[in-house]
């Protein structure tokens, strides 16, 4: 089956780190760009990050940028965010997306699979 499965959100302390995975199944991520997402009630939906599998050119938005890294593992076909500095303000359920373009955008559109979301807290 093709799908996208994050993992590793919780809850975590403001200042404190997280890694969030997520691991494709059904396909390879070689062929892709994957974005991690995230969204919290009443706001639309946030691009934090972007990798592209091939040629692992990466993209950050501002507000997470100096304070959150994407990685991918090849092998185990999975896609890491690494979070340091968490801040309230980063609190969301946070999604990965696969892309076909080879460059990939911030922006929602053109991402055709969407994994199930895993929230991240960031509270003391």
């Known amino acids: 089956q093709l799908q996208l499965v994050e993992s590793g959100g919780g809850l975590v302390k403001p200042g404190g780190s997280l890694t969030l995975a997520c691991e494709a199944t059904?396909?390879?991520?070689?062929?892709?760009?994957v974005g991690w997402f995230r969204q919290t009630p009443g706001k639309e939906r946030e691009g934090v990050s972007c990798?592209?599998?091939?040629?692992?050119?990466?993209t950050y938005a501002d507000s997470v940028k100096d304070r959150f890294t994407i990685s991918r593992d090849v092998p185990r076909n999975t896609v890491y965010l690494h979070m340091n500095s968490l801040k309230p303000e980063d609190t969301a359920v946070y999604y990965c997306?696969?892309?076909?373009?080879?460059?990939?955008?911030?922006?929602?559109?053109?991402?055709?699979?969407w994994g199930q979301g895993t929230p991240v807290t960031v509270s003391s």
């Open positions: 997306a696969r892309s076909p373009k080879f460059t990939c955008e911030l922006g929602p559109e053109g991402y055709d699979y």
């Open positions: 059904g396909f390879t991520l070689t062929y892709y760009s």
């Open positions: 990798v592209n599998l091939s040629s692992h050119v990466t």
